[in-house]
DNA sequence: TCTCACACATG
DNA sequence: ACATGTGTGAG
């Protein structure tokens, strides 16, 4: 089950995100010390934990392995996951309240890349992202201490490169780069989202960004992804690290890959060296607080450690930021427990990505299905012929049985604005979500214009947010080259259908994504319902 | 660039 | 034994 145990991962180099407003170096020593707000019973205040939690990367030394090579992930049409895998050790949250922990990944900047001359270079313009999904984890939601029991894994998460994906996989654009996000939302009944005192955080490690591919570019990568992910060591040396016996095609002897040569006739250029950006923070007043954090590497040798073959503004670094929903309206139920839903991320128009050295839109709407369902089975999705045994999840868990359809809509904020998080508004989420409700069949995710929106559902949960200012303008800005944050996100979140066989995943095959809302606007709007998709994508 | 069947890996 | 996660290399 664990293939890591607890006690490894305390003493893995880890990165560590904290909030509670006050800036850390994401040191390896920094976790270890740090003490959780002393003041504050964590009884009490909610709104406090969340803030108080500390998110550390697992496996950050290999992470940090890919990240200097450039790191590249798979994308496949039936899925595939993500080498090295997603996980996080999670402390400081209240053992007693509910949280949800989800991932998204959003464009890193609006470049398609090419690989030459043993690097990652800028190949033009991003192509319009794709649905923004979610992937929430399963045992969502659980409470703090389930949470910081263990290792929390998002191996199960899929990588797709198929835009009418039915399995609810993330839909990636091969060739560009990604930067996953870990979200943490407190789901506690009280206080359910969109209630009053919902928070939520959003953990970035950057050095899980990635460039998305159909076949490996880099043969550094290849080799780190053989040595070391065990699916994959079939491929590995018997000693010699390039040699291996072919045991395909009936040969017997030792063969070196195309890649192997041609990464050899190239091989040494050390190239790029990244820069460590300083550890930067902002917080903002009304509850918001927004963190970068240095990678934790050390300035002074590893100054090429973070060098990776692509482009990158910001190495290494993590960056946090924490929104307290203020607003007074009602709350949604927690019940759903289910991995995938349509995120934030998806591109709306242009300007999407022009800005975005931190994308970090704040992402979530979440509305969460009806309760329903309050077992792990009954979140899990049903249409997954595809998936093993059902197990969508990080964690072998039975298929859900909920079927909610879900659009949300986040406007961008500008670039170098101090993230807030102020007046939302929203509608209470249709009670028919939980049950069996026909999903659409398929996101017309009229790519980048977003000037018709798509028609909100009737019942929509609407959250509006003040506009928030990036925590840094340039922070670390090392490469001058990549730009922009994203200006504009809006997302949709997915909720599958109870787990009917019949229906699986062609009554799936939508989700949608989409976003109304002009990039403009000083507001974040986050908006779900049902809606229907379109048949078409313009993919291109 | 992308897709597929394949041998071999985990669990 | 089975289901499913790997990179390969031809197409």
Redesign the pocket.
Same mark, same amino acid.
């Not at 591919?213 to 570019?217: D, E, G, I, P, R």
């Not at 992910?229 to 491929?235: H, L, T």
């Given at each position: 089950?664990l #293939?890591e145990k607890a006690s490894a991962v305390a003493d893995e180099g880890m990165t560590v995100a904290q909030s509670g407003g006050r800036p850390e170096l994401a040191s390896d020593s920094l976790h270890l010390g740090l003490p959780t707000t002393p003041s504050i019973p964590q009884n009490n205040e909610p709104d406090q934990n969340i803030e108080n939690i500390k998110v550390v990367l697992h496996d950050r030394e290999l992470w940090k392995k890919f990240h200097e090579a450039g790191t590249e992930m !798979?994308i *496949? +049409?039936a899925g595939?996951?993500m080498?090295p895998s997603y996980k996080v050790k999670v402390t400081g949250m209240n053992p007693k309240t509910k949280y949800i922990l989800l991932t998204d990944i959003v464009p890193a900047d609006d470049h398609r890349y +090419? /690989?030459c001359d043993n690097k990652w270079m800028v190949a033009g313009k991003a192509e319009p992202a794709m649905p923004g999904r979610l992937y929430v984890h399963p045992d969502s939601p659980a409470t703090g201490a389930h949470w910081m029991r263990q290792l929390v894994s998002f191996q @199960?998460l899929k990588l797709t490169?198929?835009h009418l994906d039915p399995f609810g996989h993330i839909i990636l654009n091969?060739?560009h780069k990604y930067q996953p996000r870990l979200h943490i939302v407190k789901a506690d009944e009280n206080n359910a989202f969109g209630s009053k005192n919902t928070a939520y955080c959003t953990h970035v490690f950057h050095e899980t960004a990635f460039i998305s591919? *159909?076949?490996? #570019?880099n043969h550094k990568i *290849?080799q780190l +992804? !053989?040595e070391n992910?065990? /699916?994959? @060591? =079939? /491929?590995r040396g018997s000693d010699e690290g390039d040699l291996r016996v072919?045991? /395909?095609q009936g040969k017997d002897y030792p063969?070196i890959? +195309?890649?192997m040569v041609r990464q050899r006739l190239i091989s040494s250029h050390g190239h790029l060296s990244g820069k460590l950006g300083a550890g930067v923070v902002s917080s903002h007043p009304q509850g918001v607080s927004h963190y970068q954090y240095d990678s934790g590497v050390s300035h002074s040798d590893s100054q090429e450690a973070l060098s990776n073959s692509f482009p990158s503004r910001r190495e290494s670094s993590l960056l946090y930021h924490c929104f307290k929903h203020r607003d007074n309206t009602r709350h949604l139920e927690l019940g759903c427990k289910r991995p995938y839903l349509e995120s934030a991320s998806a591109v709306t128009d242009e300007h999407y990505f022009r800005s975005a050295p931190s994308y970090d839109p704040p992402l979530l709407s979440h509305p969460y299905c009806s309760e329903a369902l309050g077992s792990r089975e009954a979140c899990m999705y049903g249409g997954m012929e595809g998936?093993? =045994?059902g197990t969508v999840g990080a964690d072998d868990l039975p298929a859900p049985s909920l079927n909610c359809n879900m659009w949300a809509s986040v406007q961008p904020y500008p670039r170098y604005s101090m993230q807030t998080v102020e007046a939302m508004s929203y509608q209470p989420f249709p009670a028919h979500f939980n049950s069996t409700v026909s999903v659409p069949s398929v996101v017309p995710h009229h790519s980048p214009s977003m000037q018709h929106p798509h028609p909100a559902p009737p019942d929509l949960v609407t959250f509006t947010t003040q506009r928030v200012l990036p925590p840094t303008p340039s922070s670390a800005s090392s490469s001058p080259s990549v730009p922009a944050p994203c200006d504009t996100a809006h997302s949709s979140l997915f909720h599958r259908k109870p787990g009917s066989p019949l229906r699986s995943q062609r009554d799936f095959a939508g989700y949608l994504t989409h976003s109304p809302t002009s990039t403009r606007e000083p507001t974040y709007q986050y908006q779900t319902g049902l809606c229907s998709v379109g048949p078409h994508w313009t993919d291109s």
């Open positions: 089950m #293939q !798979i *496949t +049409k595939r996951r080498f +090419k /690989f @199960k490169n198929n091969s060739m591919v *159909t076949s490996y #570019q *290849t +992804k !053989i992910n065990p /699916f994959a @060591k =079939g /491929f072919s045991r /395909f063969v890959s +195309k890649n998936e093993a =045994g």
